[in-house]
């Protein structure tokens, strides 16, 4: 069975330090990895995408990497704001209609 | 919410009783997902469509009933509303293979 594993469950970090978020996943063939930022409240938005073909990708202040062989991905986040506090969470497609979604780690940056 | 809308926003009803979500979009686009988000659990596929009138079930689909009749709505029904439905529903629109932009949600309680 296709699974998506995310660590930490939750993190509390402070405002101005980096973090990293991990994923794991078992899902075959593997199409392409995806993370998400969610607010609470709202609705998942794209954080970045990535293939197999790719071993990083960077949005801002946030930087994802992915390991194909290991199948790990991870989510690193510089010098935090207070707006970075959300849920991320880590989707992996094996090339079907239907995505396998982490459960996410909910993230808290204190002032 | 990059051109989704989702109704209604929220939703309180008793269990037996036939609902319907709307989801409506303006960018034209030929796939359109249903998931729900529940505590403890990734975001899952409840149904997807591939264009009008197109439509195929997702990993968690018994109770659910979707209809697509023009490319910007995607309707999601529960013919008869159980307890175990109450959740949050998000539409989203995309490809599996890239980017999937998501509504806002629906927050629907069934008692």
């Known amino acids: 069975k296709n699974q998506v594993e995310q660590s930490p469950q939750s993190l509390i970090i402070l405002e101005g330090k980096n973090c990293t978020l991990q994923?794991?996943?078992?899902?075959?063939?593997?199409?392409?990895l995806r993370w998400y930022k969610q607010d609470t409240g709202r609705g998942p938005v794209s954080l970045t995408i990535?293939?197999?073909?790719?071993n990083t990708k960077s949005n801002g202040r946030y930087t994802a990497t992915l390991d194909a062989d290991t199948k790990q991905s991870s989510l690193h986040i510089t010098a935090s704001q207070l707006s970075d506090s959300a849920s991320y969470i880590c989707?992996?497609?094996?090339?079907?209609?239907?995505?396998?979604f982490g459960r996410g780690t909910s993230l808290i940056v204190h002032p | 919410d990059a051109g989704i809308t989702q109704s209604p926003r929220h939703k309180v009803t008793e269990t037996g009783t036939p609902v319907t979500l709307r989801c409506h979009q303006t960018?034209?686009?030929?796939?359109m997902y249903w998931y729900r988000q529940d505590p403890g659990h990734g975001l899952r596929l409840i149904h997807y469509?591939?264009?009008?009138?197109?439509?195929d079930k997702g990993e968690v689909s018994d109770g659910y009933s979707v209809s697509r009749s023009k490319t910007e709505d995607f309707l999601l029904t529960l013919e008869s509303a159980t307890s175990s439905q109450t959740s949050v529903y998000f539409c989203?629109?995309?490809?599996?293979?890239?980017?999937?932009?998501f509504g806002p949600g629906t927050r629907l309680t069934v008692l």
């Open positions: 989707v992996v497609s094996e090339g079907s209609y239907i995505p396998t």
């Open positions: 994923c794991n996943y078992t899902v075959s063939p593997f199409s392409n």
């Open positions: 990535m293939t197999f073909s790719e």
């Open positions: 960018e034209n686009h030929r796939y």
């Open positions: 469509s591939y264009g009008v009138k197109d439509t």
């Open positions: 989203a629109f995309g490809t599996n293979t890239d980017t999937q932009y």
